[in-house]
């Protein structure tokens, strides 16, 4: 039978030094939590949790039932398993401070909310620093997400490479099912929303993309991060999310949504890049600054950062 989740990392301790025991519990809560939510998902429409909260978050955006039903069921698991010792959400203005030191897990509990009324993919993001969540990616512990697709999976990488676990609904177990992802190092596919293209900021990405198009590559946009970097993960190619003159810094946020899929992708052999540098070297001044993004396979991103004069 393939390895259970919790089996797996228990397998790792000795691998991989910062690997201990309350890590490993912190990361089964956060994989149980995930699978709360993935039940919720699942039974959205008959559960009434579809559509809006009636409330506005603190990235201005319009509050889902589901995105806050997330938030609640991933704080209160992280909380209760006492091993964190602060926790940042995309839904909460400030991040909860629970002690000194111990892991800072920052999350983004529903990510790609606009298309949960539509049953299309959607995700949860995370990823746990040391002692505080305001810390550059390069120094993250371990960062993962949960994609509940077609099969829930959870992909996640503790700073030697990437594995992932796909969720066996008879026993409610992530089993692996992926002992090793790595990215392809060149792809035939590139993600942008095409509908910002006279908005970008970069004269330079406008001709990245129509060189893509020459080069005959197919765009494939789902407008959930975690659908369009998972597919990235998978067959390569680059998705973009890039400045432009309504979001000057771009529109994902980089604790909880650039830096930990960054840190993924290139611990599979990938880049992440805002165009000027590494995603990984921005250090985090606010909780819910945001970056542009750039990441995927070398040859893509390398590409595109010739044409933006990078
Ligand atoms: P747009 C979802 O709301 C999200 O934060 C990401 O998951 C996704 O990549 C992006 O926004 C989509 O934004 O402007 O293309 O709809």
């Not at 371990?142 to 796909?166: D, H, N, Q, R």
């Not at 970097?229 to 949504?257: C, M, Q, W």
């Not at 990441?295 to 933006?308: A, Q, R």
């Amino acid at each position: 039978m393939a390895v259970p989740f919790t089996a797996y990392l228990l397998s790792k301790k000795g691998e991989i030094p910062h690997l201990d025991d309350d890590l490993i519990i912190l990361l089964s809560e956060i994989a149980s939590a995930t699978k709360e939510i993935a039940g919720k998902v699942r039974k959205a429409g008959l559960l009434n949790i579809l559509g809006s909260a009636g409330k506005v978050n603190v990235q201005g955006e319009e509050v889902q039932k589901l995105d806050e039903l997330a938030n609640e069921i991933l704080l209160e698991r992280i909380k209760n398993c006492g091993k964190a010792c602060e926790i940042a959400s995309e839904e909460l203005e400030t991040s909860v401070k629970l002690s000194d030191s111990g892991y800072a897990v920052s999350f983004d509990p529903l990510d790609g909310s606009s298309n949960i009324d539509v049953n299309v993919s959607i995700g949860t993001i995370f990823s746990v620093h040391k002692d505080s969540v305001l810390k550059p990616g390069r120094e993250l512990l371990c960062a993962g997400y949960v994609i509940y697709g077609p099969s829930t999976m959870l992909v996640i990488s503790l700073g030697k490479g990437v594995v992932a676990f796909t969720l066996d609904t008879e026993s409610g177990n992530y089993l692996l099912s992926h002992p090793e992802v790595k990215l392809p190092e060149k792809g035939k596919i590139y993600s942008i929303n095409e509908a910002n293209r006279e908005k970008w900021t970069e004269e330079g990405l406008r001709k990245f993309i129509d060189y893509l198009k020459g080069e005959k590559y197919t765009l494939r946009y789902v407008g959930s991060m975690v659908a369009d970097v998972h597919r990235t993960l998978f067959k390569g190619g680059v998705f973009i999310y890039p400045a432009d003159k309504k979001n000057t810094s771009g529109k994902l946020r980089l604790l909880y949504e650039a830096s930990p899929m960054s840190f993924l992708i290139e611990q599979a052999g990938g880049i992440g890049t805002t165009g000027k540098e590494r995603i990984l070297d921005v250090v985090p001044e606010k909780l819910h600054q945001r970056v542009p993004v750039i990441i995927g396979s070398k040859w893509e991103v390398e590409k595109c950062l010739e044409f933006l004069g990078g």
